[in-house]
């Protein structure tokens, strides 16, 4: 019989006290729920839909994964979540690095933060589990990168932090909060999307640090499940090597593979989403990553958390050899690069280290850049001026500092685009910037981005394969609910490789039913029912905030670009999923999961000549 869950506990932390509350975390309560579903469910009864997400009534919850500390690679993942200052829909973001390990050896499932701190203040937990407040008025201002260097002289080289930089401090509305990176010690794995930085900020928590234990809590299974768990575990992680994404292509390049399927299909977003195809998108290519990289005594092959066998990060040197920014992935190469005309890495590098060291979400703030240089603000491959704006964003005297940190809509209000004749040029959906995928090449991205509950996440789409026998709505709900069950589980890379390969896919529902103690089964449609329940909570808690599909439009609504603007690859513009059926003429919709696999293959061929 497995014991999991039952002995982890959840942990309410009371910012205005400073006292917290322990249960034991009774994982049955929550089905299959992990990370977002967790998430979901805790908002649900915790949270008034209609709050102010950055007041005090706004509970800032921190979890981990259904899987977290088992075997089962890339399952580390800590899931944040609370209502968003940036979309005002429910939200949950994710990342890697060592927090979610550490919550399962102090023996955490939810730390949920209510309330707001009256002073700056670190929680902190020490080796023997105990929760203390401290003064965090010396660390105020300071950078993410300082911070966490500051953590470790304090508590030594195997704390876990999870901070806010100054734009969260600020309550900027693309605040982030950066966990750092397994071994590097680095903060560049980002709870990114939505401002959950900015709610931390408004809590006035600036880091929630973790010693290591003295006696870490284990997941124990009886012997007889603990083996199959490990036989059914060979299974997921031969799929995952198998896989040429995630065995070939990434460990060698990273997500930025994928520039070279998005760049050669057209999707790669250029100058704005333009539509136009990038030209010379080899000059930030898989190859050019990987050469850059290790010429200059960078590292392309790091697990960002203990136990991933697909170890896509990496650790980016400048020109001097000198360590520039880390866990660079294919969004802030495609938005902080084509996007704003700009095609030397080591810039692209220099912007995403402002990013995680300010702690902001590079996919709004390169959207935001981009829309500045579509309205003259900047120059189209300004290196130097987009760096500089960047910056800005600590600075309150800067002209367009503060508007910045909230984002690429409020970027876009402030330049007054909607007045201006002509299509909008916004690529932002429920006030959430899109990811580097053109919906109108890649459709999944486009379906999911206008109906799902959380904005354009970068997550979202992928999961999905442009299914012929479903109305757009069904697809829509199809892949954003698979989207939702992989944020319950592993990370979005290996659960793709997992979830495409149906005896893969069938091992894992069975490794989850072993948590949850059943003799038998789950089958493998499981992830398809869990992810709906997790779907329907947050678009219930949408609903109740006033947020429904009738405003699933891009940003403008019907003048936005992507609906009147063709792009080159398909001569078309992307159609509303609120039109019904896309029209034939509309061209090929591509296949997410056949794009992954062309990068894998792809990647392969050339990984040796590199
Ligand atoms: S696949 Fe990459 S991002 Fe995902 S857990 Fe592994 S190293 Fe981290």
């Known amino acids: 019989m497995c014991e999991s ?11 205005d006290t400073r006292t917290v509350e322990e249960s034991e975390f009774i994982q049955k309560d929550y089905g299959f729920f992990g990370g977002r579903g967790l998430v979901a469910k805790l908002l649900t009864e915790y949270c008034d839909p209609n709050c102010d997400p950055l007041g005090s009534d706004n509970p800032l919850i921190f979890t981990t994964g259904y899987f977290a500390g088992t075997a089962l690679s890339s399952s580390g993942r800590l899931s944040v979540g609370a209502k968003s200052p940036l979309t005002g829909t429910i939200k949950e973001s994710n990342a890697g690095g060592t927090f979610a390990r550490r919550m399962v050896e102090q023996g955490l499932k939810v ?32 950078w993410n990168y300082p911070f966490h260097e500051a953590m470790v002289e304090r508590y030594g080289d195997k704390v876990a932090c999870a901070s ?39 809590k006035k928590v600036k880091a929630f640090v973790m010693d290591r234990p003295e006696k870490p809590f284990r997941i124990k299974l009886d012997p007889d499940a603990a083996a199959e768990f490990r036989e059914l575990n060979k299974v997921v992680t031969g799929a995952i090597r198998a896989n040429p994404l995630t065995g070939q ?74 360590h ?8 802030t190469v495609a938005l902080m690069g084509p996007n704003l005309g700009i095609f030397d890495p080591q810039a692209v590098a220099a912007l995403d280290r402002v990013c995680d060291d300010s702690g902001m979400d590079s996919i709004d703030a390169g959207n935001a850049l981009a829309v500045m240089m579509d309205q003259g603000v900047l120059e189209f491959g300004d290196a130097d001026g987009a760096l500089e704006m960047l910056k800005s964003v600590v600075d309150d005297a800067s002209e367009f500092g503060p508007t910045l940190r909230d984002g690429c809509a409020a970027v876009a209000d402030r330049l007054s685009v909607l007045d201006q004749d002509g299509p909008v040029r916004v690529a932002v959906s429920k006030n959430q910037a899109f990811a580097a995928y053109d919906p109108r090449i ?18 979202a789409g992928s999961a999905a394969t442009y299914l012929k026998d479903m109305t757009p709505v069904q697809q829509a709900d199809y892949s954003l609910a698979m989207n939702c069950s992989c944020d319950c589980c592993m990370c979005l890379f290996p659960w793709a490789a997992v979830t495409y390969n149906p005896e893969a896919k069938a091992a894992l529902a069975r490794m989850a039913g072993i948590l949850a103690g059943m003799e038998e089964g789950p089958g493998p449609d499981m992830w398809l029912q869990n992810g709906m329940e997790i779907l329907e909570l947050e678009y219930a808690f949408n609903a109740k905030a006033g947020i429904d599909h009738d405003g699933d439009l891009f940003y403008g609504g019907k003048r936005n670009f992507m609906y009147n603007v063709p792009a080159q690859a398909t001569k078309a513009a ?35 000549e590199s």
């Open 5 to 15: 869950g039952a002995r982890l506990k959840f942990v309410k932390v009371h910012l």
């Open 111 to 142: 730390v949920m933060f209510l309330g707001q701190a009256s002073d700056w203040t670190i929680v902190h937990v020490d080796d023997q589990g105990s929760f203390e407040f401290l003064d965090a008025s010396e660390y105020k201002g300071m």
């Open 164 to 202: 806010v930089g100054p734009v969260g401090e600020k309550l900027g509305r693309i605040g982030a909060i950066a966990v750092n990176e397994q071994g590097t010690n680095y903060p560049c794995r980002l709870c990114a999307r939505g401002g959950m930085g900015a709610v931390m900020g408004s």
């Open 249 to 322: 292509a990434m460990p060698l390049y990273g997500s930025a593979a994928g520039v070279d399927t998005t760049g050669k299909m057209g999707a790669l977003p250029y100058k704005n989403f333009s539509g136009e195809f990038t030209p010379d998108w080899e000059r930030l290519g898989t190859k050019m990553w990987r050469n850059r990289l290790l010429q200059h005594g960078g590292d392309g092959t790091i697990p960002c958390q203990a136990g991933c066998v697909v170890r896509c990060s990496n650790d980016f040197h400048g020109d001097d050899g000198e």
């Open 324 to 331: 520039l920014s880390s866990g660079i992935e294919y969004e």
């Open 442 to 459: 890649l459709r999944g991205y486009g379906l999911t981005w206008e109906r799902g509950p959380q904005g354009a996440d970068h997550t």
């Open 574 to 608: 992307y159609w509303s999923i609120q039109d019904g059926e896309p029209p034939e003429a509309g061209g090929p919709a591509v296949d997410p999961s056949k794009v992954a696999q062309e990068a894998g293959e792809n990647a392969g061929k050339t990984g040796e």
